[in-house]
């Protein structure tokens, strides 16, 4: 027997398998395994970024053309500073600079904040390794975003403590831009658990098996739990989300002191319908 195979204890991995797939998580509860900031998935996370076509980690290159040129024409400006939290690579940065503004951006992924400090780092752009969480924001900043449906992604506790954070950071009269899911997004929701195998892809370079399980909870919370097995060990990450009803999503922003909220359909001010599975909204302070 290969001394390597012998020295490996193969009861973890199964107890963890157990315990993952026996107990559901309460809702928000997370695994303390890193997912934006591990080694191997931030490298698959910022392909999907910088792929033009594809809408798996960023909207396409023309939906974020549109969006840039919208919240401009709301700024009614052609200068200010600007707070981009979850920034990834940069891409909106990017824009936002090409047209005169400067931008903080803010993402827990090394290896995206490497990106985009190399491409568009300089004079009129930083970018900041941290939990944009963590962070309190002491400079006056024209505009906020928080774009691609992050805000539900964070426990209601998170979301408030971030709002508080970000009403501080802003100007007077200054603008925070943010989308989230509706309802409508979860309409094919359904729960489930599948087992796949894959000879390398998005979660490891090596084969692995992806047991996913989705599931519902109350007040329209959702759950994507992904437990990756390999030869040596697994790894679960739970990924949330919400469905805001909009005026939900608007009642939460006048409770964080924003002086007046307006909906949208997307980030590109389209008009919201009964249909729209995500909401967008204008706060100004």
């Known amino acids: 027997m290969d001394k390597r195979i012998k020295n490996i204890d193969l009861t973890v991995p199964y107890k963890k398998i157990v315990e993952t797939i026996g107990n559901k998580p309460i809702a928000y509860e997370t695994t303390g395994i890193p997912f934006w900031d591990d080694e191997y998935i931030s490298k698959s996370m910022l392909a999907l970024h910088l792929n033009p076509d594809v809408e798996s980690a960023s909207r396409t290159y023309e939906f974020m053309d549109r969006s840039v040129d919208w919240i401009v024409s709301l700024l009614g400006k052609q200068d200010g500073k600007i707070l981009d939290l979850g920034c990834g690579p940069g891409l909106y940065a990017k824009r936002f600079a090409d047209k005169g503004f400067s931008t903080t951006g803010i993402d827990f992924s090394q290896r995206s904040i490497a990106y985009a400090s190399e491409n568009y780092g300089g004079e009129k752009n930083e970018f900041i390794y ?47 831009v943010v989308d989230a899911f509706t309802s409508n997004q979860y309409k094919e929701f359904t729960d489930s658990l599948t087992v796949e195998y894959e000879n390398g892809g998005f979660w490891r370079a090596d084969s692995y098996i992806n047991i996913k399980r989705n599931a519902s909870y109350p007040n329209q919370n959702y759950l994507e739990q992904y437990t990756i097995i390999t030869a040596e060990d697994c790894a679960t990450y739970n990924i949330w989300n919400h469905g805001f009803e909009p005026q939900e999503l608007k009642k939460t922003l006048l409770n964080a002191s924003f002086a007046s909220v307006i909906l949208y359909g997307d980030v590109t001010g389209a008009n919201l319908t009964d249909e729209s599975p995500i909401v967008c909204a204008v706060c100004r302070k």
């Open 130 to 176: 941290q939990d944009y969480l963590t962070i309190d924001y002491d400079k006056e900043y024209d505009l906020a975003i928080l774009i691609y449906c992050d805000f539900g992604v964070l426990s209601p506790e998170n979301r408030m403590a971030l709002l508080k954070k970000i009403y501080r950071g802003l100007k007077h009269g200054g603008l925070f």
